[in-house]
């Protein structure tokens, strides 16, 4: 499997990551996190993030919380000032953005 939800598959990183996004989701939760929302990390990656039972995506940058993307036409994908400058990309991030 992928990712995982089960804490016991979080190493000591992973769960500083998740205590650090939880802290930030407390002190400021992003509007663009709807119902549903649980912890997840990926186990090939080691990325820790919030998702919510509309897929949307919340990682740490830098200290901040923000939304994490993937371009549904081309794959790209990264925070919005990390998507490549190109037309889907670009449509993608003004739908989201909405």
């Known amino acids: 499997m992928t990712t995982t939800t ?10 500083k990551m998740a205590a650090e996004l939880l802290t930030a989701y407390c002190e400021n939760p992003p509007e ?16 820790v993030f919030l998702t919510d039972e509309d897929f949307s995506v919340a990682m740490m940058s830098g200290s901040k919380l923000e939304q994490f993307l993937s371009c549904p036409e081309c794959g790209a994908e ?19 953005q909405r």
């Open 32 to 47: 663009f996190l709807s119902s549903g929302v649980h912890l997840m990390m990926n186990t090939h990656s080691g990325y």
């Open 6 to 15: 089960d804490l016991q598959d979080f190493g000591f990183r992973e769960l």
């Open 78 to 96: 990264g925070f919005a000032e990390e998507l490549p400058d190109n037309e889907c990309c670009a449509a993608y991030l003004a739908e989201v």
